[in-house]
């Protein structure tokens, strides 16, 4: 099956669902404490498998109070976008995703498998590169399985069999390579980066089927900015406890950053 074709039943099946539980929703300003919040960090989208990823899980405690673990000499201009970003989670991303919210969390979950399984060729493909051939297995495993029996990726089938594929991209494959991480970029719209994970990001795109399987740039855009408002539905509250907990928030997710491309590179 193309992928542009396995796009429109994704979305014909997500609208489905959303219209199926929409009515009883309530778009309140304000979620409840108990359910789940909205980001890792302002204007990034992550991967929620089975359950949202949380800043704090991904980069932890133990990292701010770490030196300098990567170099920064575009501060002013990463400074700028990290203003920028922040305003755009605040004022536009969060309302967005608090609304989506009212979606049922097994809806937005679902949805969530299906952007995570369709971006298993980019895991799938960076694992071979880096010679992790059990990884690259497994990743085209889950991916048949999950596209089929899991009703294309909406249900995580392979979810506790054992089967763990593999979390790799382009700028780890330089990073296994022995490419540094080089200078910190903070990029609009997408968060913390580095020169060598943008240039990552630019590889991916050719074996991503969302940008190889869809013509126009708008579509990208939109697809894209419906997986970011899926993902930040779903994650909790922790960027606002960093910006309330840190001195200086934006030094603290370099860091983190830093230290968690390493650790993602070296495991």
């Not at 074709?5 to 199926?20: C, D, K």
């Not at 089929?148 to 979390?167: H, P, R, S, W, Y």
């Not at 990208?220 to 960093?242: C, F, P």
Request: hydrophobic fraction near 40%; charge should be negative.
């Amino acid at each position: 099956m193309a992928y542009s074709e396995t796009l429109r039943r994704f979305f014909l099946i997500a609208g489905l669902l959303v219209f199926v539980w929409l009515p009883d929703a309530s778009f309140a300003a304000d979620a409840p404490k108990g359910d789940a919040a909205d980001a890792s960090s302002p204007a990034s989208g992550a991967s929620a498998d089975a359950a949202p990823l949380s800043f704090d899980d991904e980069f932890g405690d133990e990292f701010a109070d770490k030196g300098p673990i990567i170099s920064d000499p575009l501060e002013p201009f990463n400074r700028a976008m990290f203003w920028f970003n922040d305003k755009m989670y605040f004022y536009l991303m969060k309302p967005v995703a608090r609304a989506y919210r009212s979606v049922p969390e097994g809806v937005r979950v679902a949805i969530s498998n299906f952007f995570t399984n369709i971006h298993s060729p980019v895991r799938a493909v960076n694992a071979l590169l880096q010679l992790r051939l059990k990884g690259a297995v497994q990743e085209v495993w889950k991916f048949s399985v999950n596209s089929t029996v899991g009703v294309l990726g909406f249900f995580n089938v392979t979810k506790g069999t054992g089967i763990e594929g593999a979390d790799e991209d382009f700028g780890q494959t330089l990073g296994y390579y022995g490419v540094g991480q080089g200078p910190y970029l903070v990029l609009p719209f997408l968060g913390p980066s580095s020169v060598r994970d943008g240039i990552g990001m630019v590889a991916d795109s050719y074996v991503d089927p969302i940008y190889v399987e869809t013509d126009r740039t708008t579509d990208v855009i939109l697809i894209k900015g419906a997986e970011t408002v899926n993902t930040l539905s779903l994650d909790k509250d922790t960027y606002e406890g960093i910006k309330r907990d840190s001195l200086d928030p934006y030094t603290f997710i370099k860091n983190a950053y830093g230290q968690l491309r390493e650790n993602k590179v070296n495991h």
